[in-house]
């Protein structure tokens, strides 16, 4: 189901109901302000478990992140010393994903993994998204399921319009999940990759975000 969204003027009836389809373990494609992701709400394991699944890898080794509404619904999945609180302040909204240690607040399915990716995108539709749904949303790039072509097909030429274009988009992965969101066109640079474990923020990619320190 192809859903159109516009990022100045959201409808909330509509946010309600993608909010309400992730409640009850849908998975969804949206726009952030980096590349179309795919995504479910945290709590439900299930969904987790199948965007996994779809990826190809367990939910111990997928590569997976949360989009938070702000600060503060970061600070109870994740710790952050004061530095770090501000580094992210500078940086957010913004095309960044942040490497945390997690808190015990985590569902279940994330307490075996030490470390976090948390992102605030600067993107209004999927920020009233995670607002309306009231905890965050679990995130990994479109751009990883990029070989998710059928048995025996070789990957068409333009595929990249397959991660960029909505309608693309849902030719391509609709069957997989249970809404797209349609923002417009996609970019194809992904986020900034910021490692604040340690004693220093360390730049583990380089993306499409320019970090500016405190």
């Given at each position: 189901?192809?859903?159109?969204?516009?990022?100045?003027?959201?409808?909330?009836?509509?946010?309600?109901?993608i909010?309400?389809?992730?409640?009850?373990?849908g998975?969804?494609?949206?726009?952030?302000?980096?590349?179309?992701?795919?995504?479910?709400?945290?709590?439900?394991a299930?969904?987790?478990?199948?965007?996994?699944?779809?990826?190809?890898?367990?939910?111990?080794?997928?590569?997976?992140?949360?989009?938070?509404?702000?600060?503060?619904?970061?600070?109870?999945?994740?710790?952050?010393?004061?530095?770090v609180?501000?580094?992210?302040k500078?940086?957010?909204?913004?095309?960044?994903?942040?490497?945390?240690?997690?808190?015990?607040?985590?569902?279940?399915?994330?307490?075996?993994?030490?470390?976090?990716?948390?992102?605030?995108?600067?993107?209004?539709?999927?920020s009233?998204?995670?607002?309306?749904?009231?905890?965050?949303?679990?995130?990994?790039?479109?751009?990883?399921?990029?070989?998710?072509?059928?048995?025996?097909?070789?990957?068409?030429?333009?595929?990249?319009e397959?991660?960029?274009d909505?309608?693309?988009?849902?030719?391509?992965y609709?069957?997989f999940?249970?809404?797209?969101?349609?923002?417009?066109?996609?970019?194809?640079?992904?986020?900034?990759?910021?490692?604040c474990?340690?004693?220093?923020?360390?730049?583990?990619?380089?993306?499409?975000?320019e970090?500016?320190?405190?």
């Amino acid at each position: 189901m192809l859903i159109k969204l516009y990022e100045e003027n959201t409808n909330a009836r509509v946010v309600q109901k993608i909010a309400n389809a992730l409640r009850e373990g849908g998975l969804i494609i949206y726009p952030t302000d980096t590349i179309y992701a795919i995504g479910c709400d945290i709590f439900h394991a299930r969904a987790v478990e199948q965007i996994c699944k779809i990826k190809g890898e367990s939910p111990a080794k997928a590569n997976l992140s949360f989009i938070c509404s702000d600060l503060s619904q970061i600070s109870a999945y994740a710790k952050i010393s004061n530095p770090v609180f501000k580094l992210i302040k500078r940086n957010t909204p913004g095309p960044f994903t942040f490497i945390l240690n997690g808190t015990n607040a985590l569902p279940k399915l994330f307490k075996q993994k030490k470390t976090i990716g948390i992102r605030i995108p600067d993107n209004g539709i999927v920020s009233a998204i995670v607002e309306e749904l009231g905890n965050p949303l679990m995130t990994t790039s479109l751009k990883n399921y990029e070989n998710l072509w059928d048995e025996g097909e070789e990957e068409v030429e333009g595929a990249a319009e397959y991660m960029t274009d909505p309608e693309l988009i849902e030719e391509r992965y609709g069957r997989f999940v249970d809404m797209i969101i349609d923002g417009g066109q996609g970019g194809v640079q992904p986020s900034t990759v910021v490692d604040c474990t340690g004693d220093e923020p360390v730049v583990l990619r380089q993306g499409i975000g320019e970090l500016e320190y405190v």
